[in-house]
């Protein structure tokens, strides 16, 4: 069958390709794509081409499909999975697999499987090692935002604390303990902070910072203060521009911090988690960098005196995904604010190679029809010459601005096919 998808044939080389889509094996299930959103993962693989690590070499001969962030439906099923998935069940994939003892994952390295596509063969790998994950949901694009908030999760879940004397370690955030987020008014940061305010293992006081005032004040205003409170949890928004280790300790009380969480790959943040740990603090650096070289001071009398410790975490596993989802479904998240722009398969190729200089949130795309990437706060002006966009701009407006399912159905069912 023919299909679409953006592809990488090289460094900064991606292309919206139409080719032959080969029939699936008996090992295989070929899905239909309807949804998927653009991690900067992919940014960072499509600049670096077959340097990156999850990229093979051959991809000038193989090129792979970009995108692993999706969601949609089953539409074929290989013989060997018949007794296991039914045509026509929606689902979601964990792409973080283990592929022949090498790093390369859907959305990186396959030829025939990825998300920025119409349609993607899925490996046997996804299947074998429980990576294609049912979905119940209504919404497509919660499903493609399970990925990234398994990556959230994962990284509450990697912290851990110790005890003197006892050589084992405490796994999770400090429960009823104090949690910053540093740099964590994006989209990972925001999803971050309704994770922390709804999961089952709160802190006591949320601290989050930005530089950026009109992003503070667009966090504060999905995940407020109130509902955190109702949770337990006192959330404190801070613009850390100026004074930022002191105006960080003296909102602790000059306790500090027994998590703390970086979530931009800048030093000058990296270095500000570490001055705020506690005791036996725990420092995740979240945020992947470009630069291999990246580096930053960290004290290391602390390390030694005060048990402070550092962790990094790339990705969430298939029981943080699975978690993901059951608390979407039991709308305990509502990942909606992650998401600022919107667009179909023909916007990605652009929208991947620009990613940093394009402000906002997640962008997510659907892959099945033509759109312009366009913001949410864009709709209304974008409504003038277009009707489409004028419709989502009334039914966006009225959930806060932010997209949802009611959108995502209009959408669909109006939009021009690719």
Not at 190 to 200: E, F, P, S
């Amino acid at each position: 069958m023919l299909n679409k998808a953006v592809r990488m044939h090289g460094q900064n080389d991606l292309r919206l390709d139409t080719f032959e889509l080969p029939e699936i094996k008996d090992d295989e299930i070929l899905v239909k794509v309807i949804s998927d959103s653009i991690c900067m993962s992919s940014y960072k693989a499509a600049i670096q081409g077959s340097n990156h690590k999850r990229v093979p070499t051959y991809i000038d001969e193989h090129p792979a499909i970009i995108g692993h962030e999706f969601c949609g439906i089953i539409e074929k099923i290989g013989a060997k999975w018949q007794d296991r998935y039914a045509v026509g069940d929606k689902f979601t994939i964990q792409p973080n697999i283990a592929y022949k003892d090498t790093m390369m994952t859907p959305g990186y390295a396959f030829e025939f499987c990825g998300g920025d596509s119409q349609y993607a063969v899925l490996l046997p790998e996804v299947m074998e090692q429980d990576c294609l994950l049912k979905y119940r949901g209504r919404e497509f694009f919660y499903g493609s935002l399970s990925e990234p908030l398994s990556c959230i999760i994962g990284t509450f879940h990697a912290q851990y604390h110790t005890k003197p004397g006892v050589y084992t370690h405490e796994m999770g955030i400090r429960e009823g303990g104090n949690l910053a987020i540093l740099a964590g008014a994006g989209p990972m940061g925001l999803g971050a902070i309704d994770y922390a305010i709804h999961c089952d293992r709160k802190p006591g006081l949320l601290v989050v910072t930005d530089i950026d005032q009109a992003r503070l004040d667009r966090a504060a205003s999905i995940y407020t203060a109130e509902e955190a409170k109702k949770n337990g949890v006192k959330l404190v928004y801070a613009n850390t521009r100026e004074n930022a280790v002191q105006t960080l300790m003296d909102i602790s009380g000059g306790k500090g911090y027994d998590d703390v969480m970086v979530f931009a790959p800048v030093p000058a943040v990296i270095e500000q988690g570490d001055a705020i740990l506690a005791f036996d603090g725990c420092l995740n650096f979240f945020a992947g960098p470009t630069n291999p070289a990246l580096s930053a001071n960290f004290n290391f009398y602390n390390v030694h005196y005060a048990a402070h410790h550092l962790v990094g975490t790339s990705g969430g596993n298939t029981d943080d995904m699975m978690e993901a989802l059951e608390m979407i479904a039991e709308g305990k998240m509502n990942p909606s604010g992650m998401i600022t722009h919107v667009g179909g398969l023909n916007a990605v190729a652009e929208t991947t190679l620009n990613l940093p200089k394009i402000p906002g949130g997640k962008k997510l795309v659907y892959t099945n029809i033509k759109l312009p990437l366009t913001a949410i706060d864009d709709f209304a002006k974008a409504g003038e010459d277009n009707p489409i966009f004028a419709k989502l701009a009334e039914i966006c407006g009225r959930n806060n601005n932010l997209w949802c399912g009611e959108a995502e159905a209009y959408l669909l069912a109006n939009a021009e096919k690719i």
